[in-house]
């Protein structure tokens, strides 16, 4: 629906304006008086020893070293005490496999910080696809100068490990949002807001140009381009030998988008609902529709993944093979291609499971299905991931081939495993396929985790809903109400809350000890540490799209209806109290735990509210908030910020509400959601005589807070201290 500024919804009265210029003198004047105030009350004797034993799990040398097959060379990025800003280094399977590999070290980034004087933060590279026969040379380095969205893209010779020189034709992008591929060894195609060119009102590239090595990005021709108020353009080439494709991407919102194909010089629409995702891959097109998908007569259920052959589907057929249907309690999250296979990576009441699926093979099931095998690799309440090596590896010097995958697998106890497996059909040509894997690397403990039991327990929402949440505490845990508990959610985009190791967590919550109530006999105090609680609500992905329709704009509320159904669960099982109860949220998780400030202040203690959406009435003006108007509504639009307003944390404090202790944290580099929302929270706040208001900015880091190691763990100190002593101890 389009507005104009005469039908726009009334603005209501913002004294924190002001805090929106994010650089400005007087605005980060503020911000270090409140950073101040904020270290003097957390970081004491306890704080220091909380964050050295984070940065220990952070920095630690034992940690697996997750690698990238590019040819015969295994790529990592690594951090640690001495290289906080990190090691781009690669290594042979053999050397791999051992427990001290000898990395070949490419880029030293704080070397190349100190030499260039700019703090760059690595966010990865995209190779060159090598002739046939020859090795992997070229790369396009993403380089952040601050941690945020924007990237300066250098192109880099992995041979000579340096960067190509610029002045020599080396391709070397100014920084800007947007994204790069390779055409070919002397052309990529780049969609950037750099030197001029238009972005969408999400801040995001809305062309797309053929650039030359040696040409200027300003003067590259067109060759594609989005209407303003779409999110942004993408555009990749797909290099795959016999299968060469360049493809276009017209992200009209954040979950719908048009899918096109260059032939002849001409973009051609693959011809689906702008709400199917579409993947290529060889000579496949997959389909994963998020709402019901009904196509010459048949209805194909949201969440399902279809298959068709390419150039059939180009040319008009119809036929649809199943690959996966979802049920209540499955939902797909993922898919990988091996050379002959498909992995398909589902979670069961949010426990993993995965099935192989092979092409070549239909099973007798309906819609043409391929023949699927249940991978043995998946314990109970674990989280375990499946994805190819290299599905072009056909015989590499390291003996791997095209079938070979890699297995992640970790749980709430459980230090993470890496694997590596082979996929065979089986011997007597019947459906199916044999898989064999064994571990490769595992991360070591960082806290007692034989001593925590991993339950998951069904909180019911106020529609009636079951909501699952995972509970992670000590065996034999007193249900006496006194236990401090930290529940974490987050409940938007489709993102699932999957159980995971977290040595961090470990030794920032479990552990930590304080005594809080007398024993049985009622003499001497017990003991005791945290419970740490994951809650699945809807919005997420647990479920698959359903789940997440479920909690969409006018119905957002159900999100935090089902998060507080989780802490009343708690409550009433005898797990917490109200005052022993906290909150833990960053992005959209910043914006419900907001909400449960705002809206449920009588279930929590305290909450630690990150990088956070609060202002709904201006977030779609606020860096890249515009792209989010899908999930949460267009507050210009008077009918839906009706509903927007209901659900808008900054618009609903009030007086004399008991508020539980608050800690609010961003950071000023922060180009996606940006610092300034939580800015106004907390100077809306302090002003209304809140007590217990505290707020942090870190200056660098980008969304994630944090650009190295020692700011993680700062960061991270700060938000378990705060709710240890909020829950445990009492703010001073």
Known sequence: MTTTAADSAPEPVDENVWLEEIYGEEQLAWVKEQNSRTEDLLEDADYAGLEGSILEVLDSTDRIAMVGKRGDWYYNFWKDRHNPKGLWRRTTWESYCTDSPEWDVLLDVDELAVAEGQEWVFHGATFLRPGAGEPYRLALLALSPDGGDANRYREFDVESRSFVDPARGGFDLPTAKGNVSWLDADTLLVASTADGLPKTASSYARTAVTLKRGAELAGAPLLFEVPEHHMMAVVAHDSTPGFERTFAVDYIDFFNRRNLVLRDGEWVQIDVPTDVNVSAHREWLLFRPQQDWAIDGTTYPAGSLLACGFEDYLAGARELAVLFAPDARTSLQSWSWTRNFLLLNLLKDVSSEIRVLDPSRPSDGPGGAWAATLLDACPPLHDVNAYAVDDEDAEASDGGAGDDFWLVATGFTTPTTLMRGTLERTSDGTPGVVSRHAVV??????????????????????????????????????????????????????????????????????????????GADGDAPHSRGGVYVVANIRGGGEYGPAWHRAALQENRHKAYQDFAAVARDL???????????????????????????TRYPELFGAVSCGVPLLDMRRYTRLSAGHSWIAEYGD??????????????????????????????????????????????????????????????????????????????????????????????????
């Not at 409550?571 to 109290?577: A, E, L, P």
């Not at 961003?666 to 217990?692: E, F, H, W, Y």
Request: glycine share 10%.
């Open 441 to 518: 690397k595992a991360s070591p403990s960082f806290f007692a985790d034989a001593d925590y039991e991993v339950q998951q327990h069904f909180a019911v929402s106020e529609d009636g809903t079951r909501v699952p949440y995972f509970q992670v505490a000590p065996r034999n845990l007193a249900l006496d109400g006194q236990n401090p508990t930290q529940l974490s959610g987050y409940g938007g985009f489709e993102v699932s809350r999957t159980p995971a190791y977290s040595g961090t967590v470990g030794r920032a919550w479990l552990e930590r000890r304080t005594s809080l109530s007398a």
């Open 571 to 597: 409550i009433s099982r005898g797990v917490t109290s109200r005052e022993r109860l906290g909150c833990v949220g960053g992005s959209n998780g910043g914006l419900l735990v907001g909400n449960m400030l």
């Open 635 to 732: 507050p210009d639009v008077p009918e839906q910020w009706e509903y927007i307003r209901t659900f808008s944390p900054y618009h609903l404090l009030k007086d004399g509400v008991e508020y539980p202790e608050t800690f609010i944290w961003t950071a000023t580099s922060d180009d996606r959601v940006g610092p300034v929302q939580a800015r106004k929270m907390a100077a809306r706040m302090l002003a209304m005589g809140i007590p217990n208001v505290w707020f942090h900015e870190a200056l660098e880091g980008g969304h994630a807070g944090a650009s190295d190691n020692r700011q993680a763990a700062a960061l991270q100190a700060r938000s378990q201290h705060f709710l240890w002593k909020a829950l445990a101890g009492g703010l001073a």
